[in-house]
């Protein structure tokens, strides 16, 4: 399994990014699929998550501003994000299997200035 993270970047406040992952690997369609960030001097955490169904889950965090969706026939997952904010800034990772001992792509920076 490989998963190449992209489209992070620099954005204001009140902007919107929208990061995607492309997976290669076989069962992609049936395999939960998240997105965790890891923020300056904090602890690795999970924004957002969706089944191989398209159901999804939030941190109270994002909930309303981030949406998660994915492609299976492309085998892409994306993540769109509304309203950032300073506190958004992290690096963004895609998982494999919705859980820490998953696979890790390489992850994307996010920058959010005020």
């Known amino acids: 399994v490989q998963l190449q993270a992209s489209g992070g970047g620099l954005v204001q406040a009140g902007g919107s990014l929208r990061l995607s992952c492309a997976a290669s690997?076989?069962?992609?369609?049936?395999?939960?699929m998240g997105w965790y960030r890891r923020a300056p001097g904090k602890q690795r955490e999970l924004v957002a998550g969706i089944s191989g169904g398209a159901s999804t889950n939030y941190a109270d965090s994002v909930k309303g501003r981030f949406t998660t969706s994915r492609d299976n026939a492309k085998k892409m997952v994306y993540l769109q994000m509304n309203n950032l904010k300073p506190e958004d800034t992290a690096v963004y990772y895609c998982n494999w299997g919705l859980r820490p001992g998953g696979y890790w792509g390489q992850g994307t920076q996010v920058t959010v200035s005020s």
């Open positions: 690997g076989s069962g992609f369609s049936f395999t939960n």
